[in-house]
């Protein structure tokens, strides 16, 4: 994998994931969801406390995660015609660099669409300078410079005191972010954070590789030189019945950010305490866990407990990962978020999606359904 990395042109170095910012109906709401359920902690907001009387932002922090959830205040406003046409998702995937306009001009020079120019944004604690340039379907992607900036996250944001504080649950930074793309339209994007971005491919699936008696998918995985950006690119695949990624493209209206993979260094306390406070996962047959350790051999962790929090585990050349999927978090079947711990592994859990299959199946055998 390290001498794939170095495969990436590198022209755009990019220190991380700043912030990802979601449109969403209700943004209180929604924060309040993220804390109680998913162990985030009140960072800043923005709004009419603030003097921002177009929209409201609440920030939430992990570890190394940073979410925004931005509503309007009022009607006709562009976010409100996002959240109107897609329902709640990903508008921005914000990544932290040290010169914004240097990648700016870059990328468009490269072949990006802009989103808006370099703009530096100063308050008492200094400055930062952010540009913004579009990728698949509405979704963007806006770099941010902070090197000359030492208050709590962005100018324009004030602290965000809250009295109800639920502790965190381990999540520490955003292992990778899915986007689902249009029939054919998956080289294309790899091309673009190929071509603009400097990225290169490090894995790919066909339909042989995902491809079950309900769902089809193609993917490819887009990294950056370092390895800290990893960008899957999915496109639908002909299955007999429709496919996930179709299906999200229908309700989404467009391509978007399918998943957001939030990484723990111990999945089953993370999970433990995902289920207790009320986040639903994708069902998990039970015969799966029948042929677990005949699939990936010897594990550190119990069969029983993973059977029990019905965790996933897959295996590749460099040793395995143990994840899992949320259900859907919002009206329409479209984002969900994936919890995944790392053993050495740095695959995406194809072999899960067979898996899961075969477990389907068998227990369809059992009730003589098949
Ligand atoms: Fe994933």
């Given at each position: 994998?390290?001498?794939?990395?170095?495969?990436?042109?590198?022209?755009?170095p990019?220190?991380?994931?700043?912030?990802?910012?979601?449109?969403?109906?209700?943004?209180?709401?929604?924060?309040?969801?993220?804390?109680?359920?998913?162990?985030?902690?009140?960072?800043?907001?923005s709004?009419?406390?603030?003097?921002?009387?177009?929209?409201?932002?609440?920030?939430?922090?992990?570890?190394?995660?940073?979410?925004i959830?931005?509503?309007?205040?009022?009607?006709?406003?562009?976010?409100g015609?996002h959240?109107?046409?897609?329902g709640?998702?990903?508008?921005?995937i914000?990544?932290?660099?040290?010169d914004?306009t240097?990648?700016?001009?870059?990328?468009?020079?490269?072949?990006?669409?802009?989103?808006?120019?370099?703009?530096?944004?100063k308050?008492?604690?200094?400055?930062?300078?952010?540009?913004?340039?579009?990728t698949?379907?509405?979704?963007?992607?806006?770099?941010?410079?902070?090197?000359?900036?030492?208050?709590?996250?962005?100018?324009?944001?004030?602290?965000?005191e809250?009295?109800f504080?639920?502790?965190?649950?381990?999540?520490?930074?955003?292992?990778?972010?899915?986007?689902?793309v249009?029939?054919?339209?998956?080289?294309?994007?790899?091309?673009?954070?190929?071509?603009?971005?400097?990225?290169?491919?490090?894995?790919?699936?066909?339909?042989k590789?995902?491809?079950?008696?309900?769902?089809?998918?193609?993917?490819?995985v887009?990294?950056n030189?370092?390895?800290?950006?990893?960008?899957?690119?999915?496109?639908?695949?002909?299955?007999?019945?429709?496919?996930?990624?179709?299906?999200?493209?229908?309700?989404?209206?467009?391509?978007?950010?399918?998943h957001?993979?939030?990484?723990?260094?111990?999945?089953?306390?993370?999970?433990?305490?995902?289920?207790?406070r009320?986040?639903?996962f994708?069902?998990?047959?039970?015969?799966?866990?029948?042929?677990?350790?005949?699939?990936?051999?010897?594990?550190?962790?119990?069969?029983?407990?993973l059977?029990?929090?019905?965790?996933?585990?897959?295996?590749?050349?460099?040793?395995?990962?143990?994840?899992?999927?949320?259900?859907?978090?919002?009206?329409?079947?479209?984002?969900?978020?994936?919890?995944?711990?790392r053993?050495?592994?740095t695959?995406?859990?194809?072999?899960?999606?067979?898996?899961?299959?075969?477990?389907?199946?068998?227990?369809?055998?059992?009730?003589?359904t098949?």
């Open positions: 994998m390290e001498k794939l990395y170095k495969e990436a042109g590198d022209f755009m990019i220190n991380g994931t700043d912030y990802v910012e979601l449109y969403v109906g209700n943004a209180k709401q929604a924060a309040h969801f993220y804390k109680t359920a998913m162990g985030f902690q009140s960072l800043a907001k709004g009419l406390e603030t003097g921002n009387k177009e929209y409201e932002s609440y920030v939430l922090a992990q570890n190394k995660i940073r979410l959830l931005t509503s309007p205040l009022k009607s006709g406003t562009e976010i015609r959240i109107d046409k897609h709640d998702g990903v508008k921005v914000a990544l932290w660099v040290d914004a240097y990648a700016y001009h870059e990328a468009v020079k490269r072949g990006a669409k802009s989103y808006f120019e370099p703009r530096t944004e308050d008492g604690k200094g400055e930062v300078v952010r540009s913004g340039i579009h698949y379907g509405e979704t963007v992607h806006i770099f941010v410079e902070r090197k000359n900036y030492h208050g709590l996250f962005l100018p324009g944001y004030e602290k965000w809250s009295d504080n639920p502790d965190q649950i381990g999540l520490q930074f955003i292992d990778h972010m899915v986007g689902n249009g029939d054919k339209r998956m080289d294309y994007w790899v091309n673009f954070y190929k071509d603009v971005m400097g990225f290169a491919q490090i894995l790919s699936f066909d339909d590789d995902i491809s079950t008696e309900y769902t089809a998918l193609m993917s490819k887009m990294s030189g370092n390895g800290r950006i990893k960008f899957p690119i999915n496109e639908p695949a002909k299955g007999k019945k429709k496919s996930q990624v179709e299906e999200y493209l229908d309700f989404y209206e467009g391509e978007g950010v399918q957001i993979a939030l990484a723990t260094n111990n999945i089953i306390e993370t999970v433990t305490a995902l289920r207790q009320g986040v639903s994708l069902e998990v047959p039970d015969s799966y866990y029948d042929v677990l350790k005949e699939r990936v051999g010897e594990i550190d962790e119990e069969i029983e407990v059977r029990k929090l019905r965790i996933l585990v897959d295996r590749d050349d460099e040793g395995y990962l143990l994840q899992l999927f949320s259900k859907p978090v919002q009206a329409r079947p479209t984002m969900f978020f994936e919890i995944i711990q053993k050495g592994a695959s995406f859990g194809k072999g899960n999606f067979k898996a899961l299959f075969e477990a389907i199946e068998r227990e369809q055998e059992l009730r003589g098949l």
